[in-house]
């Protein structure tokens, strides 16, 4: 596995989850590309955050034996900065190929930086072969799944004189489905609203927060099954109030954009 290929293949892993779609195999709509109306009320700055808290057991992995094997590449990976608040030595990472795992690494660094230190073991550099990239967040209790598929080159070594730091988060087994989402932002009569670094967009299912962002960037919303209706809320902090949208979006973990329609009220 070369470098270059490992972080275009991690990339895409955990920025796409599929082919745009304007409606679901239910024949519900998901509005994708669509402009969708929304009301106005004045409120003050939410706090949303998406609990990924969950209760499982930590994994009972073993490591690998080295003389099984006749290739390692030597791997330095940066826990992703939104999981850094939940890391406890209880904390596991692993990279499985099939049932089988080739690297097992505990926590180094500090507490505003954690780091993964492993050796990928494999059998033939020419081979390519599907992985996992396994993390058990220890404040979490949950386990967070990265799969790809490449060939791993001995004595090659990652994440050293450039960072690497996959988003893990995306990789969440407590929310199977992940929907990439961007919510644009189309003024009614022209009068745009003055951004401002406190704007925020969030997916709600019920009273559950499923996804935080900013507008007009592309971000997850996380569900349970396919195919969840959640309502969309844009704060902006200029206009000291949430817009909501007055359709919901379908959670069918493919990717989606609409446009939230707004009137600044005079």
């Not at 949303?48 to 390692?72: C, H, I, L, S």
Request: proline share 5%.
């Amino acid at each position: 596995m070369n470098y270059k290929s490992f972080i275009a293949t991690m990339a895409a892993l955990t920025l796409v989850w599929g082919c745009s779609s304007s409606d679901d195999d239910n024949g519900k709509p998901t509005f994708n590309n669509q402009t969708v109306p929304s009301t106005f009320q004045a409120s003050p700055n939410p706090h949303w955050a998406v609990d990924m808290t969950d209760t499982q057991e930590p994994p009972q992995w073993t490591a690998p034996d080295p003389a099984m094997y006749e290739n390692k590449m030597i791997v330095l990976l940066r826990l992703q900065e939104e999981l850094v608040p939940f890391s406890t030595d209880a904390d596991l990472m692993a990279v499985f190929v099939d049932d089988e795992c080739r690297a097992l690494s505990q926590r180094s660094g500090t507490a505003s930086k954690v780091y993964f230190v492993f050796n990928i073991h494999s059998r033939n550099t020419y081979v390519t072969e599907k992985y996992k990239i396994c993390y058990y967040s220890g404040g979490l209790k949950q386990l967070f799944v990265l799969e790809g598929e490449d060939t791993f080159r001995n004595e090659m070594n990652v994440g050293f004189d450039t960072e690497f730091a996959p988003a893990l988060i995306n990789g969440s087994t407590k929310y199977p489905v992940k929907t990439a989402f961007t919510v644009n932002l189309s003024s009614i009569d022209s009068t745009e609203i003055e951004k401002s670094e406190g704007d925020r967009v969030a997916v709600f299912v019920g009273d559950e927060c499923r996804g935080v962002g900013n507008p007009e960037a592309p971000f997850t919303v996380f569900g349970y099954k396919q195919n969840e209706q959640g309502e969309v809320y844009y704060y902006s902090q200029n206009q000291g109030g949430i817009f909501t949208a007055t359709q919901p979006i379908t959670l069918a973990g493919d990717t989606l954009t609409y446009k939230l329609e707004y009137e600044i009220e005079q």
